[in-house]
């Protein structure tokens, strides 16, 4: 059974530094988002593609996370520079994108811990 | 934009009882209601949906009822089994080009031998 694709899994970093995680969703699914679930909460959703387009990047901090679908394929969310809040779970998620609320299939996630 | 509120958020139940997880949500345009499971360390999976042109989906041992009206929907788990412990995640969607699921803060469920 196919399955979205995350890396890496864990990442630890230095307040400041630049961090990057990777996201593969099954094939042919055209909408892919990225949520962050911090410990003990639900996935809050931080941008939207369909296809390269972004469809809703409101809770997207943009001064310092960016996120890139350059082929509609796979994805980039990058923050920089990283703060002690990020702390938390980035999971990647990918649904065929037809029209209508539909399931939506989450990778397993990168957990980071900024120190 | 859409809040959705779960409770409890901790359930300790033995096996064999039936566990019961409630979430009512804001936004009167929102017609999907997806329930997740997450296994520690785990990613989420779904585990049952439910679309608002229906009032209860029924899949084996669990349950989901959606009562639009009132704005509230709920996860039935018969039967339990030590499998079933894992956090529960409600989360509701409207339909359209924006389909962004806003999840209530999940359910810690834990099933006793």
């Known amino acids: 059974e196919a399955e979205v694709a995350q890396s890496p899994r864990y990442k630890i970093t230095e307040k400041s530094q630049a961090v990057a995680f990777w996201c593969d969703p099954i094939?042919?699914?055209?909408?892919l988002y990225w949520y962050r679930q911090i410990l003990g909460q639900g996935p809050e959703l931080l941008v939207q593609?369909?296809?390269?387009?972004?469809?809703?990047d409101s809770q997207l901090p943009k001064d310092r996370f960016s996120a890139e679908r350059l082929k509609g394929v796979d994805s980039t969310l990058k923050i920089q520079p990283a703060e002690l809040g990020d702390s938390a779970m980035y999971l990647c998620?990918?649904?065929?994108?037809?029209?209508?609320?539909?399931?939506?299939?989450f990778g397993p996630g990168t957990r980071l811990l900024v120190l | 934009g859409e809040n959705v509120e779960q409770h409890p958020s901790t359930l300790s139940v033995q096996e064999g009882d039936s566990a019961v997880i409630k979430c009512t949500y804001s936004?009167?345009?929102?017609?999907?209601f997806p329930w997740y499971k997450q296994e520690l360390g785990k990613r989420p999976q779904l585990i049952i949906d439910?679309?608002?042109?229906?009032g209860e989906k029924k899949d084996q041992r669990i349950a989901v009822t959606l009562n639009k009206t009132a704005k509230h929907f709920s996860l039935h788990i018969t039967e339990t089994q030590p499998e079933d412990s894992a956090v529960y995640f409600c989360?509701?969607?409207?339909?359209?080009?924006?389909?962004?699921?806003?999840f209530g803060k999940g359910t810690l469920l834990t099933v006793n031998p």
């Open positions: 439910i679309r608002s042109n229906v």
């Open positions: 593609f369909q296809d390269e387009s972004v469809v809703d």
């Open positions: 936004d009167s345009a929102s017609n999907y």
């Open positions: 989360a509701a969607s409207r339909g359209g080009s924006n389909y962004k699921l806003t």
């Open positions: 094939s042919g699914h055209a909408t």
């Open positions: 998620a990918s649904s065929l994108g037809n029209r209508g609320p539909e399931t939506q299939y």
